[in-house]
T-cell receptor, first 115, second 115 residues
Framework: AQTVTQSQPEMSVQEAETVTLSCTYDTSENNYYLFWYKQPPSRQMILVIR??????QNATENRFSVNFQKAAKSFSLKISDSQLGDTAMYFC????????????FGTGTRLKVLA | GAVVSQHPSWVICKSGTSVKIECRSLDFQATTMFWYRQFPKQSLMLMAT?????????EQGVEKDKFLINHASLTLSTLTVTSAHPEDSSFYIC???????????FGPGTRLTVL
């Protein structure tokens, strides 16, 4: 069975600093997608970044970047220049390309950015 | 683009009554919509997947007679919680996906409280 593990239940970072959230997954598939979603206190799920497994280049979206290590099945999220608005729950999600298009979510990491 | 709305955002009902939650994709056509349930400080739990014009596919352990899902058009899916009980109190989130993308776009969620 495919699983997604986020081993850091809670993290904190000082404003303007950099923080890395970890995510590992288990799959026997070669093609798939990986996502990071942010859920702030409003509870609206917001797409942060997306990675296609067949692309070796790490995805980047402004202050957010990933370190995708396919062989290690690791997909960490780096947030640079952390802002107070980055305080949220962050979920890593895995989507296989075969079968139904159902996400497999990790348990989440609660990130608090400190002023 | 890719905006999903949910209505209502918050509903309180008496035990034994039914509640309908609407999920709309506002600026795109959603061939597939997903319904999730989220307990406090936990990840999203997939309840069912619905494709326009087809019967919903429910996850194991989800009562299809209790959680009725209708995906009548490419922009609207509804979740009806029938004969609601206090244990059905939760945060319900929908998401929508087009056939041409792997990304799910989430609604803002509906908080259901059953008295």
């Amino acid at each position: 069975a495919q699983t997604v593990t986020q081993s850091q239940p809670e993290m904190s970072v000082q404003e303007a600093e950099t923080v890395t959230l970890s995510c590992t997954y288990d799959t026997s598939e070669n093609n798939y997608y990986l996502f990071w979603y942010k859920q702030p206190p409003s509870r609206q799920m917001i797409l942060v970044i997306r990675q296609e497994a067949y692309k070796q280049q790490n995805a980047t979206e402004n202050r957010f970047s990933v370190n995708f290590q396919k062989a290690a099945k690791s997909f960490s999220l780096k947030i640079s220049d952390s802002q107070l608005g980055d305080t949220a729950m962050y979920f890593c999600a895995f989507l296989p390309t075969s079968g139904t298009y159902k996400y497999i979510f990790g348990t989440g990491t609660r990130l608090k950015v400190l002023a | 683009g890719a905006v999903v709305s949910q209505h209502p955002s918050w509903v309180i009902c008496k035990s034994g009554t039914s509640v309908k939650i609407e999920c709309r994709s506002l600026d795109f056509q959603a061939t597939t919509m997903f319904w999730y349930r989220q307990f406090p400080k936990q990840s999203l739990m997939l309840m069912a997947t619905s494709n326009e014009g087809s019967k919903a596919t429910y996850e194991q352990g989800v009562e299809k007679d209790k959680f009725l899902i209708n995906h009548a058009s490419l922009t609207l899916s509804t979740l009806t919680v029938t004969s609601a009980h206090p244990e059905d109190s939760s945060f319900y989130i929908c998401s929508a996906q087009t056939s041409s993308t792997d990304t799910q776009y989430f609604g803002p969620g509906t908080r259901l409280t059953v008295l």
